[in-house]
């Protein structure tokens, strides 16, 4: 089946840890973006990527960061510096920048 | 720069009846639009996109938009409300120029009463 799978679903932390959420894809998509819903606030961009190698900020890249080693993969690590990392997190894909994007299911990510 | 404006956060119908859920936008560049559906604790759907083409977009689900640039809108619409149409909407533009990011709207929940 072709798609985006983010993993895990759920995932606690205690405050202060680093945690990194899994996104994969096997769309042979270039694109790839990360995004933080928070209720009432729609989607709000955290990191995207054109191309294998390259990523950029988004709108609210501070205390986040991402990785593209490989054009199936980007990881995001929400560090210690998030002020307010409970949210639900969703990553998606697109064949480049002007196209739809196809989400996965999102992780669910509570600190405590 | 450009933004996506979702006029109502919350629209309520009776099953059977239509479905309007309005969208105006704002872009420097030619854009492209779309419209997303997500249920709950899940990802997004995609129900329609507008990319230049034919002005009146037809998705699933019974799903259609129209796009209108004098009036920058690009409204949703549906003839008649299903319960399992009960969900949240999104309303999305990219530029197709410039940074090419796309803007999402707030989201419109939609409320399908028996």
């Known amino acids: 089946d072709g798609g985006i799978t983010q993993s895990p679903k759920y995932l606690f932390r205690k405050e202060g840890q680093n945690v990194t959420l899994s996104c994969e894809q096997n769309l042979n998509h270039d694109a790839m973006y990360w995004y933080r819903q928070d209720p009432g606030q729609g989607l709000r961009l955290i990191y995207y990527s054109q191309i294998v190698n390259d990523f950029q900020k988004g709108d609210i890249a501070e205390g986040y960061s991402v990785s593209r080693e490989k054009k199936e993969s980007f990881p995001l690590t929400v560090t210690s510096a998030q002020k307010n990392p409970t949210a639900f997190y969703l990553c998606a894909s697109s064949i480049d920048l002007s196209t739809e994007a196809f989400f996965g299911q999102g992780t669910r990510l509570t600190v405590v | 720069a450009q933004s996506v404006t979702q006029l109502d956060s919350h629209v309520s119908v009776s099953e059977g009846t239509p479905v309007l859920l309005r969208c105006n936008y704002s872009s420097s560049y030619s854009p492209s639009l779309f419209w997303y559906v997500q249920h709950p604790n899940k990802g997004l759907q995609l129900l329609l996109k507008?990319?230049?083409?034919?002005?009146l977009v037809k998705g699933i689900n019974g799903f259609e938009a129209e796009f209108k640039k004098s009036e920058t809108s690009f409204h949703l619409t549906k003839p008649s409300a299903h319960m399992s149409d009960a969900a949240e909407y999104f309303c999305?533009?990219?530029?197709?120029?410039?940074?090419?990011?796309?803007?999402f709207g707030r989201g419109t929940s939609l409320i399908v009463h028996p």
């Open positions: 999305v533009v990219i530029p197709l120029g410039g940074s090419y990011i796309p803007t």
């Open positions: 507008y990319t230049s083409a034919a002005t």
